[in-house]
Protein backbone atom coordinates (compact mmCIF):
# COMPACT_ATOMS: atom_id res chain seq x y z
CA UNK A 1 0.00 0.00 0.00
CA UNK A 2 0.83 3.81 -1.15
CA UNK A 3 1.40 5.03 2.06
CA UNK A 4 1.36 9.05 2.59
CA UNK A 5 2.20 11.09 5.53
CA UNK A 6 0.51 13.97 4.97
CA UNK A 7 -0.95 17.35 6.80
CA UNK A 8 -3.50 19.30 5.50
CA UNK A 9 -6.40 22.66 6.11
CA UNK A 10 -9.66 23.11 4.60
CA UNK A 11 -7.60 24.73 1.66
CA UNK A 12 -4.27 23.35 1.12
CA UNK A 13 -3.17 19.95 1.56
CA UNK A 14 0.71 19.59 1.94
CA UNK A 15 2.33 16.51 0.80
CA UNK A 16 5.44 15.88 3.09
CA UNK A 17 6.46 12.34 1.47
CA UNK A 18 5.19 10.00 -0.44
CA UNK A 19 6.60 6.37 -0.17
CA UNK A 20 5.94 3.56 -2.40
CA UNK A 21 4.27 0.32 -2.04
CA UNK A 22 5.90 -2.71 -0.27
CA UNK A 23 9.60 -2.21 1.82
CA UNK A 24 10.90 -0.24 -0.26
CA UNK A 25 10.25 3.50 -0.29
CA UNK A 26 10.47 6.50 -2.92
CA UNK A 27 11.78 9.73 -1.81
CA UNK A 28 10.16 12.76 -3.33
CA UNK A 29 10.51 16.59 -2.34
CA UNK A 30 8.11 17.94 -0.03
CA UNK A 31 5.34 20.12 -2.27
CA UNK A 32 2.53 22.36 -1.91
CA UNK A 33 -0.74 21.47 -4.20
CA UNK A 34 -4.55 22.07 -3.97
CA UNK A 35 -7.37 20.11 -3.41
CA UNK A 36 -8.11 20.77 -7.10
CA UNK A 37 -4.79 19.29 -7.74
CA UNK A 38 -5.42 16.04 -6.46
CA UNK A 39 -9.10 16.03 -8.03
CA UNK A 40 -7.84 16.54 -11.38
CA UNK A 41 -5.22 14.18 -10.75
CA UNK A 42 -6.91 11.09 -9.56
CA UNK A 43 -4.40 8.38 -10.12
CA UNK A 44 -2.26 10.42 -7.82
CA UNK A 45 -4.52 11.89 -5.83
CA UNK A 46 -6.46 8.97 -4.52
CA UNK A 47 -4.19 7.03 -3.07
CA UNK A 48 -2.46 10.52 -1.73
CA UNK A 49 -5.82 11.17 0.37
CA UNK A 50 -6.45 7.49 1.59
CA UNK A 51 -2.74 7.15 2.14
CA UNK A 52 -2.91 10.17 4.67
CA UNK A 53 -5.75 8.31 6.39
CA UNK A 54 -3.43 5.32 7.08
CA UNK A 55 -0.44 6.94 7.96
CA UNK A 56 -2.26 8.29 11.09
CA UNK A 57 -2.40 4.66 12.59
CA UNK A 58 1.73 5.30 12.52
CA UNK A 59 1.85 8.50 15.00
CA UNK A 60 2.55 9.32 18.05
CA UNK A 61 -1.15 10.46 19.37
CA UNK A 62 -2.97 7.19 18.10
CA UNK A 63 -0.84 4.47 18.72
CA UNK A 64 1.91 4.99 21.19
CA UNK A 65 2.72 6.65 24.54
CA UNK A 66 -0.48 8.28 25.19
CA UNK A 67 -2.52 5.25 24.16
CA UNK A 68 0.05 2.67 25.46
CA UNK A 69 -1.04 4.58 29.16
CA UNK A 70 -4.33 4.62 28.36
CA UNK A 71 -5.14 1.21 26.97
CA UNK A 72 -2.50 -0.94 28.78
CA UNK A 73 -0.94 1.09 32.11
CA UNK A 74 -3.92 1.32 33.32
CA UNK A 75 -4.86 -2.42 33.85
CA UNK A 76 -4.12 -4.91 36.30
CA UNK A 77 -1.58 -6.79 33.55
CA UNK A 78 0.69 -3.71 33.52
CA UNK A 79 2.31 -1.26 35.77
CA UNK A 80 3.96 2.30 35.15
CA UNK A 81 7.00 0.78 34.22
CA UNK A 82 10.71 2.86 33.99
CA UNK A 83 12.06 4.20 36.89
CA UNK A 84 10.40 5.73 40.12
CA UNK A 85 10.88 9.24 39.56
CA UNK A 86 10.02 9.35 35.80
CA UNK A 87 6.10 9.64 35.57
CA UNK A 88 5.66 9.71 31.75
CA UNK A 89 3.97 13.13 32.37
CA UNK A 90 1.09 11.61 33.28
CA UNK A 91 1.87 7.30 33.25
CA UNK A 92 2.25 7.42 37.07
CA UNK A 93 -1.39 8.78 37.11
CA UNK A 94 -2.86 6.39 34.57
CA UNK A 95 -1.41 3.20 36.30
CA UNK A 96 -3.04 4.66 40.04
CA UNK A 97 -6.50 5.55 38.71
CA UNK A 98 -5.68 9.18 40.12
CA UNK A 99 -5.89 11.24 36.90
CA UNK A 100 -8.44 13.80 36.15
CA UNK A 101 -9.71 15.90 32.75
CA UNK A 102 -6.42 17.84 32.54
CA UNK A 103 -4.43 14.45 32.40
CA UNK A 104 -2.06 15.11 29.51
CA UNK A 105 -2.58 11.24 28.07
CA UNK A 106 -6.54 11.53 27.43
CA UNK A 107 -5.94 15.12 25.16
CA UNK A 108 -3.26 13.59 22.94
CA UNK A 109 -5.07 10.34 21.98
CA UNK A 110 -9.05 12.68 21.51
CA UNK A 111 -6.54 14.65 19.12
CA UNK A 112 -4.52 11.79 17.39
CA UNK A 113 -7.76 10.02 16.51
CA UNK A 114 -9.93 12.78 15.93
CA UNK A 115 -7.04 13.61 13.37
CA UNK A 116 -7.76 10.58 11.81
CA UNK A 117 -11.66 11.18 11.65
CA UNK A 118 -10.96 14.64 9.63
CA UNK A 119 -8.18 12.94 7.36
CA UNK A 120 -11.21 10.22 6.43
CA UNK A 121 -13.85 12.72 6.02
CA UNK A 122 -11.73 14.78 3.55
CA UNK A 123 -10.52 11.47 1.88
CA UNK A 124 -14.28 10.45 1.43
CA UNK A 125 -15.36 13.74 0.50
CA UNK A 126 -12.77 14.59 -1.99
CA UNK A 127 -12.42 10.89 -3.57
CA UNK A 128 -16.00 10.45 -4.52
CA UNK A 129 -15.20 13.73 -6.58
CA UNK A 130 -12.52 12.15 -8.71
CA UNK A 131 -13.28 10.60 -12.38
CA UNK A 132 -11.76 7.51 -12.05
CA UNK A 133 -13.07 3.46 -12.19
CA UNK A 134 -15.75 3.22 -10.07
CA UNK A 135 -14.69 0.03 -8.22
CA UNK A 136 -11.76 1.79 -7.43
CA UNK A 137 -13.21 4.95 -6.07
CA UNK A 138 -15.26 2.80 -3.77
CA UNK A 139 -12.26 0.82 -2.45
CA UNK A 140 -10.57 4.10 -1.48
CA UNK A 141 -13.98 5.30 -0.33
CA UNK A 142 -14.27 1.96 1.83
CA UNK A 143 -11.07 1.64 3.17
CA UNK A 144 -11.26 5.62 4.49
CA UNK A 145 -14.85 4.54 5.90
CA UNK A 146 -13.28 1.55 7.62
CA UNK A 147 -10.20 3.44 9.31
CA UNK A 148 -13.09 5.87 10.74
CA UNK A 149 -14.55 3.36 12.04
CA UNK A 150 -11.66 1.89 13.98
CA UNK A 151 -10.70 5.59 15.25
CA UNK A 152 -13.88 5.90 16.59
CA UNK A 153 -14.16 2.34 17.85
CA UNK A 154 -10.99 3.29 20.26
CA UNK A 155 -13.07 6.86 20.84
CA UNK A 156 -16.04 5.15 21.76
CA UNK A 157 -14.25 2.49 24.03
CA UNK A 158 -12.47 5.69 25.49
CA UNK A 159 -14.96 8.44 26.30
CA UNK A 160 -18.46 6.97 25.64
CA UNK A 161 -20.02 9.60 23.18
CA UNK A 162 -18.42 11.65 21.32
CA UNK A 163 -18.53 14.50 18.29
CA UNK A 164 -19.95 12.92 15.44
CA UNK A 165 -17.90 14.18 12.24
CA UNK A 166 -19.23 12.26 9.31
CA UNK A 167 -18.54 15.22 6.70
CA UNK A 168 -15.89 17.82 6.44
CA UNK A 169 -15.94 20.86 8.55
CA UNK A 170 -17.01 23.97 5.96
CA UNK A 171 -18.80 26.55 8.56
CA UNK A 172 -19.24 27.65 11.85
CA UNK A 173 -22.29 25.20 12.00
CA UNK A 174 -20.48 22.15 11.09
CA UNK A 175 -17.77 23.47 13.91
CA UNK A 176 -20.57 23.93 16.07
CA UNK A 177 -21.61 20.21 15.65
CA UNK A 178 -18.42 18.93 16.34
CA UNK A 179 -18.40 20.26 19.25
CA UNK A 180 -21.00 18.63 20.36
CA UNK A 181 -21.62 14.98 21.52
CA UNK A 182 -23.32 12.25 20.17
CA UNK A 183 -25.01 9.59 22.81
CA UNK A 184 -22.45 6.60 22.82
CA UNK A 185 -25.04 4.43 20.89
CA UNK A 186 -25.53 6.85 17.90
CA UNK A 187 -21.33 5.82 18.03
CA UNK A 188 -21.92 2.87 17.93
CA UNK A 189 -24.66 2.81 15.44
CA UNK A 190 -21.54 5.52 13.05
CA UNK A 191 -18.93 2.38 13.31
CA UNK A 192 -21.19 -0.43 12.84
CA UNK A 193 -22.28 1.67 9.74
CA UNK A 194 -18.96 2.71 8.10
CA UNK A 195 -17.43 -0.38 8.54
CA UNK A 196 -20.39 -2.02 6.91
CA UNK A 197 -20.33 -0.37 4.22
CA UNK A 198 -16.58 -0.66 3.99
CA UNK A 199 -17.02 -4.01 3.99
CA UNK A 200 -19.41 -4.42 0.86
CA UNK A 201 -16.46 -2.51 -1.07
CA UNK A 202 -13.76 -4.13 0.16
CA UNK A 203 -11.43 -6.78 -1.35
CA UNK A 204 -11.45 -10.53 0.61
CA UNK A 205 -7.41 -10.47 0.07
CA UNK A 206 -4.48 -8.32 -0.85
CA UNK A 207 -1.46 -9.01 -2.91
CA UNK A 208 1.89 -9.08 -1.04
CA UNK A 209 3.06 -5.79 -2.36
CA UNK A 210 -0.68 -3.97 -0.97
CA UNK A 211 0.08 -5.37 2.70
CA UNK A 212 -1.67 -3.19 5.33
CA UNK A 213 -4.52 -1.99 3.19
CA UNK A 214 -7.53 -3.50 4.94
CA UNK A 215 -10.05 -6.00 3.89
CA UNK A 216 -13.47 -7.43 4.02
CA UNK A 217 -12.23 -9.23 6.87
CA UNK A 218 -10.50 -6.55 8.58
CA UNK A 219 -14.40 -4.92 8.15
CA UNK A 220 -15.61 -8.07 9.59
CA UNK A 221 -13.10 -8.22 13.37
CA UNK A 222 -14.18 -4.78 13.75
CA UNK A 223 -17.68 -5.72 13.23
CA UNK A 224 -17.26 -8.69 15.41
CA UNK A 225 -15.37 -6.60 18.02
CA UNK A 226 -17.59 -3.60 18.35
CA UNK A 227 -20.85 -6.21 18.72
CA UNK A 228 -18.70 -8.27 21.66
CA UNK A 229 -18.88 -4.61 23.39
CA UNK A 230 -22.77 -3.93 22.95
CA UNK A 231 -23.39 -7.44 23.59
CA UNK A 232 -25.19 -8.52 20.07
CA UNK A 233 -24.34 -11.93 20.53
CA UNK A 234 -25.49 -12.71 17.33
CA UNK A 235 -23.88 -10.26 15.34
CA UNK A 236 -20.30 -11.18 17.23
CA UNK A 237 -20.77 -14.65 16.59
CA UNK A 238 -22.11 -14.24 12.30
CA UNK A 239 -19.15 -12.04 11.97
CA UNK A 240 -17.18 -14.17 13.59
CA UNK A 241 -18.08 -17.29 11.99
CA UNK A 242 -17.38 -15.67 8.72
CA UNK A 243 -13.63 -15.42 9.45
CA UNK A 244 -13.59 -18.79 10.61
CA UNK A 245 -15.45 -20.37 8.24
CA UNK A 246 -13.47 -18.53 4.88
CA UNK A 247 -10.70 -21.07 5.60
CA UNK A 248 -8.40 -18.64 5.09
CA UNK A 249 -7.20 -18.22 8.73
CA UNK A 250 -5.56 -20.47 11.52
CA UNK A 251 -3.58 -20.46 14.41
CA UNK A 252 0.41 -20.86 14.33
CA UNK A 253 1.83 -23.62 16.17
CA UNK A 254 3.86 -21.31 17.65
CA UNK A 255 2.27 -18.59 19.60
CA UNK A 256 6.08 -16.90 20.06
CA UNK A 257 6.08 -16.26 16.06
CA UNK A 258 3.09 -14.31 15.97
CA UNK A 259 5.12 -11.49 17.83
CA UNK A 260 8.33 -11.86 15.09
CA UNK A 261 8.65 -10.66 11.73
CA UNK A 262 9.01 -13.76 10.47
CA UNK A 263 4.91 -14.11 11.64
CA UNK A 264 3.66 -10.65 9.98
CA UNK A 265 0.92 -11.28 7.04
CA UNK A 266 0.95 -15.31 8.45
CA UNK A 267 -2.42 -16.88 8.41
CA UNK A 268 -2.89 -15.29 12.15
CA UNK A 269 -2.90 -12.23 11.11
CA UNK A 270 -6.24 -10.24 10.44
CA UNK A 271 -5.08 -6.46 9.91
CA UNK A 272 -1.59 -5.28 11.18
CA UNK A 273 -0.14 -1.75 10.52
CA UNK A 274 2.80 -2.33 8.40
CA UNK A 275 5.81 -0.86 9.70
CA UNK A 276 9.28 -0.59 8.04
CA UNK A 277 12.47 -0.50 9.94
CA UNK A 278 15.77 0.15 8.03
CA UNK A 279 16.21 1.77 4.45
CA UNK A 280 16.54 5.01 3.03
CA UNK A 281 12.73 6.12 4.99
CA UNK A 282 12.00 4.20 7.64
CA UNK A 283 8.43 3.71 8.23
CA UNK A 284 7.20 2.87 11.74
CA UNK A 285 4.92 3.28 14.33
CA UNK A 286 6.36 6.12 16.25
CA UNK A 287 8.60 5.00 18.58
CA UNK A 288 5.78 2.05 19.71
CA UNK A 289 8.97 -0.45 20.27
CA UNK A 290 11.42 2.48 22.07
CA UNK A 291 8.76 3.25 24.59
CA UNK A 292 8.28 0.41 25.95
CA UNK A 293 11.94 -1.72 24.99
CA UNK A 294 13.98 -2.83 28.00
CA UNK A 295 15.60 0.59 29.75
CA UNK A 296 18.01 2.02 29.81
CA UNK A 297 18.10 1.12 25.63
CA UNK A 298 14.61 2.17 25.52
CA UNK A 299 12.17 3.87 27.96
CA UNK A 300 11.02 0.83 29.59
CA UNK A 301 7.66 2.07 30.36
CA UNK A 302 4.66 -0.28 30.35
CA UNK A 303 5.70 -3.31 32.02
CA UNK A 304 4.17 -6.33 32.97
CA UNK A 305 2.56 -7.28 36.47
CA UNK A 306 3.84 -9.59 38.80
CA UNK A 307 -0.04 -10.32 39.39
CA UNK A 308 0.03 -11.06 35.18
CA UNK A 309 2.88 -12.88 35.62
CA UNK A 310 1.65 -15.36 38.38
CA UNK A 311 -1.85 -15.84 36.77
CA UNK A 312 -0.21 -18.13 33.79
CA UNK A 313 -0.51 -21.83 34.35
CA UNK A 314 3.12 -23.42 34.51
CA UNK A 315 2.66 -25.16 31.41
CA UNK A 316 1.05 -22.24 29.59
CA UNK A 317 3.23 -21.22 26.66
CA UNK A 318 2.49 -17.53 26.35
CA UNK A 319 3.73 -16.42 29.44
CA UNK A 320 7.13 -16.72 27.70
CA UNK A 321 6.67 -15.33 24.51
CA UNK A 322 4.45 -12.29 26.13
CA UNK A 323 7.01 -11.82 28.87
CA UNK A 324 10.82 -11.33 29.57
CA UNK A 325 13.00 -10.99 32.61
CA UNK A 326 15.95 -9.67 34.01
CA UNK A 327 18.78 -11.83 33.12
CA UNK A 328 16.96 -14.19 30.66
CA UNK A 329 19.06 -15.02 27.02
CA UNK A 330 16.26 -13.70 24.70
CA UNK A 331 15.53 -15.40 21.58
CA UNK A 332 17.68 -14.26 19.33
CA UNK A 333 20.37 -14.72 21.50
CA UNK A 334 20.55 -11.20 23.37
CA UNK A 335 21.06 -11.45 27.40
CA UNK A 336 18.50 -9.48 29.23
CA UNK A 337 20.28 -6.56 31.36
CA UNK A 338 20.50 -7.91 35.26
CA UNK A 339 20.79 -4.31 35.70
CA UNK A 340 17.89 -2.99 34.38
CA UNK A 341 15.19 -1.31 36.17
CA UNK A 342 12.48 -3.58 36.13
CA UNK A 343 12.11 -7.40 36.39
CA UNK A 344 10.06 -7.72 33.40
CA UNK A 345 9.15 -6.14 30.00
CA UNK A 346 6.87 -6.53 27.64
CA UNK A 347 7.68 -9.22 24.92
CA UNK A 348 5.60 -8.11 22.11
CA UNK A 349 6.57 -5.56 21.26
CA UNK A 350 10.60 -6.51 21.66
CA UNK A 351 12.48 -6.18 18.02
CA UNK A 352 15.45 -7.81 17.59
CA UNK A 353 19.10 -5.66 16.84
CA UNK A 354 20.53 -8.71 15.25
CA UNK A 355 18.12 -10.63 13.21
CA UNK A 356 14.91 -8.79 12.21
CA UNK A 357 15.25 -5.85 9.89
CA UNK A 358 16.93 -3.55 12.41
CA UNK A 359 17.63 -0.35 10.50
CA UNK A 360 19.94 1.58 13.53
CA UNK A 361 16.59 3.94 14.09
CA UNK A 362 14.78 3.17 17.55
CA UNK A 363 11.91 5.25 16.62
CA UNK A 364 11.20 3.78 13.33
CA UNK A 365 11.07 -0.01 13.89
CA UNK A 366 9.65 -2.97 11.50
CA UNK A 367 7.63 -3.43 14.50
CA UNK A 368 4.39 -4.30 13.23
CA UNK A 369 0.85 -3.16 14.71
CA UNK A 370 -1.28 -6.22 15.07
CA UNK A 371 -4.86 -4.54 14.87
CA UNK A 372 -6.58 -7.91 14.48
CA UNK A 373 -5.49 -11.48 14.87
CA UNK A 374 -6.99 -15.15 14.47
CA UNK A 375 -7.04 -15.72 17.96
CA UNK A 376 -8.87 -12.95 19.46
CA UNK A 377 -11.65 -13.71 16.76
CA UNK A 378 -12.03 -17.50 18.12
CA UNK A 379 -12.58 -15.66 21.56
CA UNK A 380 -15.34 -13.57 20.21
CA UNK A 381 -16.48 -17.02 19.22
CA UNK A 382 -16.46 -18.42 22.42
CA UNK A 383 -18.18 -15.43 24.07
CA UNK A 384 -20.64 -14.90 21.68
CA UNK A 385 -21.52 -18.92 21.80
CA UNK A 386 -21.24 -18.92 25.46
CA UNK A 387 -23.35 -16.42 25.95
CA UNK A 388 -26.35 -17.57 23.99
CA UNK A 389 -25.93 -20.47 25.45
CA UNK A 390 -24.42 -22.87 23.11
CA UNK A 391 -21.54 -24.45 24.91
CA UNK A 392 -20.38 -26.96 22.54
CA UNK A 393 -19.14 -24.59 19.82
CA UNK A 394 -18.24 -21.94 22.48
CA UNK A 395 -15.78 -24.84 23.99
CA UNK A 396 -14.66 -25.78 20.73
CA UNK A 397 -13.65 -22.08 19.76
CA UNK A 398 -11.58 -21.67 23.60
CA UNK A 399 -9.67 -24.73 23.50
CA UNK A 400 -8.24 -23.72 19.76
CA UNK A 401 -6.42 -21.31 21.61
CA UNK A 402 -6.06 -23.38 24.55
CA UNK A 403 -4.26 -26.24 22.99
CA UNK A 404 -1.90 -23.86 21.13
CA UNK A 405 -0.78 -22.57 24.68
CA UNK A 406 0.23 -26.20 25.73
CA UNK A 407 -3.16 -26.54 27.67
CA UNK A 408 -5.73 -29.35 28.00
CA UNK A 409 -9.06 -28.48 26.84
CA UNK A 410 -11.37 -27.06 29.26
CA UNK A 411 -13.55 -28.78 32.38
CA UNK A 412 -15.91 -25.73 32.27
CA UNK A 413 -19.23 -27.37 32.24
CA UNK A 414 -22.16 -24.72 32.93
CA UNK A 415 -22.81 -21.21 31.27
CA UNK A 416 -21.13 -19.68 34.60
CA UNK A 417 -18.06 -21.57 34.86
CA UNK A 418 -17.46 -21.42 30.89
CA UNK A 419 -17.78 -17.34 30.89
CA UNK A 420 -15.07 -17.21 33.64
CA UNK A 421 -13.25 -19.57 31.96
CA UNK A 422 -13.04 -17.42 28.78
CA UNK A 423 -12.53 -13.97 30.48
CA UNK A 424 -8.93 -15.62 31.60
CA UNK A 425 -8.44 -17.16 28.27
CA UNK A 426 -8.52 -13.56 26.79
CA UNK A 427 -6.25 -12.45 29.62
CA UNK A 428 -3.78 -14.58 28.86
CA UNK A 429 -3.95 -15.03 24.77
CA UNK A 430 -4.49 -11.02 24.76
CA UNK A 431 -1.80 -9.80 27.49
CA UNK A 432 -0.46 -6.26 27.03
CA UNK A 433 -2.23 -6.48 23.55
CA UNK A 434 -4.22 -2.97 24.93
CA UNK A 435 -7.69 -4.82 25.55
CA UNK A 436 -7.63 -5.82 29.41
CA UNK A 437 -8.86 -2.62 30.76
CA UNK A 438 -11.63 -2.01 28.45
CA UNK A 439 -12.07 -5.78 28.79
CA UNK A 440 -12.47 -5.44 32.45
CA UNK A 441 -14.98 -2.48 31.89
CA UNK A 442 -17.42 -4.12 29.41
CA UNK A 443 -17.80 -6.88 31.12
CA UNK A 444 -18.38 -5.59 34.23
CA UNK A 445 -15.50 -6.41 36.54
CA UNK A 446 -12.99 -3.64 36.36
CA UNK A 447 -13.80 -2.24 39.90
CA UNK A 448 -13.20 -5.62 42.18
CA UNK A 449 -10.18 -6.51 39.65
CA UNK A 450 -8.67 -3.27 39.46
CA UNK A 451 -9.00 -2.18 43.59
CA UNK A 452 -7.30 -5.29 44.26
CA UNK A 453 -4.44 -4.54 42.44
CA UNK A 454 -3.84 -1.36 44.66
CA UNK A 455 -5.86 0.86 42.01
CA UNK A 456 -7.96 3.22 42.96
CA UNK A 457 -10.78 2.63 40.44
CA UNK A 458 -14.10 4.53 41.26
CA UNK A 459 -17.61 2.61 40.35
CA UNK A 460 -19.50 4.69 38.32
CA UNK A 461 -17.04 7.59 37.62
CA UNK A 462 -14.15 5.28 36.01
CA UNK A 463 -16.23 2.92 33.69
CA UNK A 464 -15.27 6.06 31.42
CA UNK A 465 -11.88 8.26 30.75
CA UNK A 466 -12.50 11.95 31.66
CA UNK A 467 -13.10 14.28 27.98
CA UNK A 468 -10.19 16.67 28.11
CA UNK A 469 -10.85 19.99 29.71
CA UNK A 470 -9.00 21.60 27.33
CA UNK A 471 -11.38 20.23 24.57
CA UNK A 472 -14.23 21.13 27.11
CA UNK A 473 -12.55 24.85 27.20
CA UNK A 474 -12.46 24.93 23.04
CA UNK A 475 -15.87 23.80 22.81
CA UNK A 476 -17.57 27.09 25.45
CA UNK A 477 -18.72 23.91 27.26
CA UNK A 478 -20.66 22.68 24.47
CA UNK A 479 -19.28 19.48 25.28
CA UNK A 480 -20.18 18.08 28.36
CA UNK A 481 -17.96 16.05 31.11
CA UNK A 482 -18.28 12.35 31.59
CA UNK A 483 -19.91 11.71 35.53
CA UNK A 484 -17.94 12.20 38.42
CA UNK A 485 -15.42 14.22 37.02
Known amino acids: MKKNILTYSLLVIMLVLNNSCGKEFLNEPPRTVTIDDLINNP ?13 KLYDWDVHTFSWIGVSSITSDDADKGSELGDAGTDKDQLDS ?28 KYIN ?25 NLVRCFGGVPKIDKVLESQDDVA ?23 AALPLNVPS ?110 RAAT ?29 SRTQES ?48 GLPKTTAATQTDLRQAIYRERRWEMAMEHDRTFDLRRTGRAGAVLRAHGKAFVDGKHDLFPIPQIQIDRSSNRLTQNPGY
Open 177 to 199: QASTRATEAEIWAFIEKDATEAM
Open 43 to 55: TEGAPRLAGAVYN
Open 358 to 405: WGGDQDQTNKNYRVFRYGEILLIKAEAEMELNNLTPAKDALDLVRVRA
Open 209 to 318: AERGRVTKYAAMALLAKASLYQKKWSAAKSYADQIINSGGFGLLDDYAIVWREVGEYSKESVWEVNAIGGGTQPKGVQQYTNVQDIRPRGWGFNTPSADLSNSYDPADKR
Open 97 to 124: WTFGPSSFSFNELWVGLFDGVGRAAYAI
Open 323 to 351: IMYRGQTLWDGEVFLNSAPNERYSYKPFV
Open 129 to 153: EMNMPEADKQRYIAESKLLRAYFYF
